[in-house]
Every structure is written in structure tokens, then in C-alpha cells.
């Protein structure tokens, strides 16, 4: 390597330590500490609790919430929070009412025994569901309003690493405070998961304090919101509803015509491309922690193996990602991480043949963390660039959905998939599920073209 190339890439290292994606860090922590706790974290404690397993399979599905996110984001794109919005501006006035309702609706979880009252626990977990998807709308639109494309993988980075570092703490960390407080898991009891979703609740000030003290992004095309001129509304509406119809068209239609009359026809790729890039690894990632139960890894192992060292590894295969998309350009990257991630599927299947082995573990959870961290930051970086900064908040919330939607449904089957053909088959079928993503990276990096704003993709 040269000194002008070695150069290079410490240039390219140093977008690290710019601002906004040191910012997205702390943005991160907050947005991913909530997810397991009304989902992988509460069914450990449901079933702890005596829940039945069907229930707990229902109550599973209150994470489809953030799939229909897209519904809500117009407002967030349109409405100010009276007082909030006029202190601390739009996006941020939104984020600190959300991070609050999160805090809140934790204390609540907390407080509730399921054995006690499981229908209000459900309901709690809903409204948080509600608030950090909310939250999660906010801090996209931030992140896309704060920068151009090739920052965008860096801030993808910082941010995918403050969310996994959450997904820690709300995973291994809230078994270990609750085992800290009661080591006897012989007979389930309440005060132990309380003590561990009260701090939880706790450490959503790091959000908050965050909110409170970064600056209101300034996109790079005047004001998020630009007047979008829709069509004359006539005599033919009442006057009582003419601010109303003029706001629907222009917060709720316009960024969906934005999007489909910049790709036309194109935008059926792009969406089917979004709705099925992650779909290898989410199916998988839904059964994968009744696979290591089934295996017989104990709780420490799989904390230790997947809830750590396995985070480590995808917040490094994020970092790499990052660079790799600052370097090459997103599409490159898209299709390397695309592959990776279908192919190191196929090591799970070789993992159900091996037994519980703790060393393989380790190496099957590296290899398969580290492409999916790639992967996430390219794709993240993707999704930011086919947004229009005027619906910043929308659009990104629309194509998040999509993302989810699919793999999440289909994921709900894969328990029964499983019974019906065995884990080895099973993880070689959801290898298989990422073959037609290739070619579908392939067509939108030959029929498509990404939005530029500050340089090239």
C-alpha cells in the first residue's frame, strides 16, 4: 500500500469522528434499547412467568408495530409539538415527547406482573412499541436531514453501533440484573424482572439528555418541509375542509407521488428490493434463540456467544461497512453484504449437525454477524439515499416498513417450518430466500439511480 492510498483510507476513517455521526451514537443506544424489551427480552420473561408458549407467540406480533410506522410519519414529517417544537424545533421537539413516553410506558411494564395482569402488561408493551417507533421515525429523518450519502453510511455506523450496544444491555444486560437481584431460578418471581426493567426505563435519559443538548439539523435543501404545491381544492369541498385536504395532499400524498413519479415504474423494484434484502437474516433471526435452547446451550453461553461477542461483531462488520460504502459507493457494498448474509446462513445448517459446540458457536456467530453488519450499514445507507429530504421522515418510515413486513410475517411460520422439516433444511431455505436478492441489487444498480445531495453514490 502507497503513502497516497494509506492516506486515503485514514481520510476515510476520520468521518468517525465528525459530529453528527458521534451524535448518532447516543441516538442509537436510545432507539435500540427498547425493541427487546417488548419482544426477545419480554417472551424470556413471559415464559419464566409460566405464559404458555402460543401466547407468548401472539404477544410477539405487538413488534409488527414498527412495520406500519409509515401510517404515523406524515405527522412527524408535518406537525410541531406545541411548546417543544418551538423551543427545541421540529425534530427534536418530537424525539424528547417519544424518549418521555418511552420512560414512562417502561415504568409501567415494570411495575405489572403477568401472572397478575398479562392483558395490561400487553398493553404497555404496545404503547412502548408505539413510542419507539415513533422515536425510531424521528431519528432517521434527523440522520437523513443531517448529512449527505457518503456520511450516511458513517452515521449508519455510529448509530448501528449505539443500537447494539442497547440490544445488550436490554438483552445479556437485563438477565444478568435480574439474576443479580435473584440467582434462584428454580421459581419465577417479579421483583427481579421490576429492578431490571426500572433501570431500563433509567437509561433512557441518555436519549434525553442527548436531545436535549444537539442542534436541530438544517437540511441541505432549505427546510425539511419545502411548500409543495398540490392541486387547486375548488368550491367543490366545504371551506371547513379545504386546510384539511390541502394538508393530506400535501404531508400524506406528496411523498409517496415523490417517490413513484421520481422511479415511475422503477419504484415496484426498488420496493421489492427493500421488502426482501433483510429476509435471510430476520426469518433465521426469529427462531434462532429456541434453536440454541433446543441445542442445549445454556443461557450463559447464548448471552455470551450472541448477545456479546455476537454485537461486537456486527457493530465491526458495520464499521467496516461503513468505510467500505465511503470508498466503493453503495451498490458495490449492497450486493457483497446480500450475499454474505445468505451464505453464512448455511452455517447454521452445519451448526445443527455439529451439536452444541461452544467454538463453533463463536465462529458461526462471528462470520454471520459480521456480513450482517455490513449488510445493515449498506443497506441503511441505500434506503437514506432514495429519500427526498422534503419527506425525509415518510419516506425512510415507508421503506423501513417494507423491510420489515414481509420477513417478520413470514417469520411468524418458522416454529412450525421447523417441526415440519428440521432446522438443518430449514436454515438452507432461508439461505435460498437470498438468491433472488442479488439479482434484484443487480437491476436497481443498472435501471436506478440514487437521489445525490452533497456527492456521488
Not at 58 to 70: C, D, M, N, P, Q
Request: neutral net charge.
Amino acid at each position: 500500500m502507497n503513502a497516497e492510498s494509506g492516506a486515503g483510507w485514514r481520510e476515510a476513517f476520520q468521518v468517525y469522528l465528525q459530529p453528527r455521526p458521534l451524535v448518532l451514537l447516543f441516538l442509537g443506544f436510545s432507539s435500540g434499547l427498547p425493541l427487546l424489551l417488548v419482544f426477545g427480552t419480554l417472551s424470556f420473561w413471559l415464559r419464566e412467568a409460566g405464559i404458555e408458549r402460543s401466547t407468548i407467540g401472539f404477544v410477539s406480533w405487538v413488534a409488527l408495530v414498527y412495520g406500519f410506522k409509515w401510517v404515523w410519519a406524515p405527522l412527524i414529517d408535518s406537525l410541531r409539538i406545541p411548546l417543544l417544537s418551538q423551543v427545541l424545533g421540529r425534530r427534536r421537539g418530537w424525539l424528547l415527547m417519544a424518549q418521555l413516553a418511552l420512560a414512562g410506558g417502561l415504568v409501567g411494564m415494570g411495575l405489572i406482573d403477568p401472572q397478575q395482569d398479562l392483558t395490561l402488561l400487553v398493553w404497555l408493551a404496545l404503547f412502548v412499541a408505539f413510542a419507539s417507533a415513533t422515536q425510531d421515525i424521528v431519528i432517521d429523518a434527523f440522520r437523513i436531514d443531517s448529512g449527505g450519502s457518503r456520511l450516511q453510511a458513517a452515521m449508519a455506523a455510529t448509530y448501528m453501533i449505539g443500537y447494539r450496544l442497547a440490544m445488550i444491555v436490554a438483552g445479556a444486560g437485563v438477565l444478568w440484573l435480574a439474576a443479580w437481584v435473584d440467582p434462584d431460578e428454580t421459581s419465577y418471581q417479579h421483583a427481579p424482572w421490576q429492578f431490571a426493567y426500572l433501570v431500563m426505563a433509567g437509561l433512557m435519559s441518555i436519549g434525553i439528555v442527548t436531545t436535549l443538548l444537539i442542534k436541530e439539523p438544517q437540511p441541505a435543501i432549505g427546510q425539511a418541509m419545502a411548500t409543495v404545491h398540490g392541486p387547486r381544492f375548488s368550491g367543490g369541498l366545504p371551506l371547513w375542509l379545504l386546510p384539511a385536504a390541502r394538508w393530506i395532499w400535501s404531508a400524506v400524498l406528496n411523498p409517496f407521488l415523490d417517490f413513484f413519479g421520481r422511479y415511475g415504474w422503477l419504484a415496484l423494484l426498488v420496493l421489492a428490493l427493500i421488502a426482501s434484502y433483510r429476509i435471510s437474516d430476520i426469518v433465521l433471526g426469529v427462531i434462532a434463540n429456541v434453536f440454541y435452547v433446543d441445542m442445549g446451550f445454556s443461557k450463559t453461553e447464548v448471552a455470551n456467544v450472541t448477545k456479546v461477542f455476537g454485537v461486537a461483531m456486527t457493530l465491526l462488520g458495520a464499521v467496516i461497512g461503513g468505510v467500505l460504502v465511503n470508498r466503493l459507493g453503495v451498490m458495490r457494498i449492497l450486493f457483497a453484504g446480500a450475499l454474505l448474509a445468505a451464505a453464512t446462513n448455511l452455517l447454521f445448517a452445519m451448526l445443527a449437525q455439529q451439536g452444541a459446540s461452544v467454538p463453533f458457536l463463536i465462529a458461526v456467530v462471528m462470520l454471520d454477524n459480521l456480513s450482517g453488519g455490513l449488510a445493515a450499514a449498506a443497506f441503511v445507507a441505500y434506503l437514506s439515499a432514495l429519500t427526498n429530504v422534503q419527506y425525509s421522515a415518510t419516506q425512510y418510515a415507508l421503506f423501513s416498513s417494507v423491510m420489515l413486513l414481509l420477513p417478520k410475517l413470514l417469520g411468524g411460520f418458522s416454529g412450525a417450518i421447523v417441526d415440519g422439516i428440521g432446522y438443518e433444511r430449514f436454515f438452507m431455505l432461508t439461505a435460498l430466500m437470498g438468491l433472488p436478492v442479488l439479482l434484484l441489487v443487480w437491476l436497481a444498480g443498472r435501471y436506478t439511480r440514487l437521489s445525490k445531495r452533497d456527492d456521488d453514490v
